[in-house]
């Protein structure tokens, strides 16, 4: 099985800021890597595809990057409403992982 | 409106059953593959199992393997999950998701969620 491991775990960043959240594979993924939000009582909502590939809808200051066992989500300038819980999953490989996510707050 | 609607879950006794289903809207379901995803209260989120287009491809997380059964009908565009044997370690919002890719393209990403079913299991 392949782990994720998300770092960090929390953080809290004023509106305005550069945002970089960190996804590290236990072996390579290649670039089967997706990356969701989820704020509180929704269901996630898918951010990125395919390691940097940005989903339907989703504004331009997310992007992501990366390949084989690292991997980045950036939000360029922090806005209030992003508040919320990241996700990165693979499926490179079964079974389909999650990472443990990392929260993400405003100050 | 595009969308996913679970139903089906409730409140069951270790070693019960529960059958949850998923109505898919406004797309072509057949063409998706389609899994589930649980999330226990608090917790992070869970793969449990993936079907593919004609269901010859079917994938489970090897904590339910054995005990679930997923399922889909393209004429009726229904996704399901058969859920034997219940654990309480089973106590979990369970969601219904569309890979976005068609016909098993190899990308990841699921771009639709319900907004999930909760099953709690406890006696």
């Known amino acids: 099985e392949i782990v994720l491991t998300q770092s960090p775990d929390t953080l809290s960043v004023s509106p305005g800021e550069r945002v970089i959240l960190s996804c590290r594979a236990s072996q390579s993924v290649s670039s089967y890597l997706a990356w969701y939000l989820q704020k509180p009582g929704q269901g996630p909502r898918l951010l990125i595809y395919?390691?940097?590939n940005r989903a339907t809808g989703i504004p331009a200051r997310f992007s992501g990057s990366g390949s084989g066992t690292d991997f980045t989500l950036t939000i360029s300038s922090l806005e209030p409403e992003d508040s919320a819980v990241y996700y990165c999953?693979?499926?490179?490989?079964?079974?389909?992982?999650f990472g443990q996510g990392t929260r993400l707050e405003i100050k | 409106e595009v969308q996913l609607v679970e139903s089906g879950g409730g409140l069951v006794k270790p070693g019960g059953s529960l059958r949850l289903s998923c109505a898919a809207s406004?797309?072509?379901?057949?063409?998706?593959?389609m899994s589930w995803v649980r999330q226990a209260p608090g917790k992070g989120l869970e793969w449990v199992a993936s079907?593919?287009?004609?269901?010859?491809?079917?994938f489970y997380a090897d904590s339910v393997r054995g005990r679930f059964t997923i399922s889909r009908d393209n004429a009726k565009n229904l996704l399901y999950l058969r859920m034997d044997s219940l654990r309480v370690e089973d106590t979990a919002l369970f969601f219904c998701t569309k890979e976005r890719a068609p016909y098993s393209s190899p990308s990841v990403g699921s771009d639709l969620w319900g907004q999930g079913t909760l099953v709690t299991v406890s006696s």
């Open positions: 406004e797309f072509t379901f057949s063409i998706y593959s």
């Open positions: 999953q693979q499926r490179s490989n079964w079974p389909i992982t």
């Open positions: 395919d390691a940097s």
């Open positions: 079907i593919s287009t004609d269901s010859r491809y079917i």
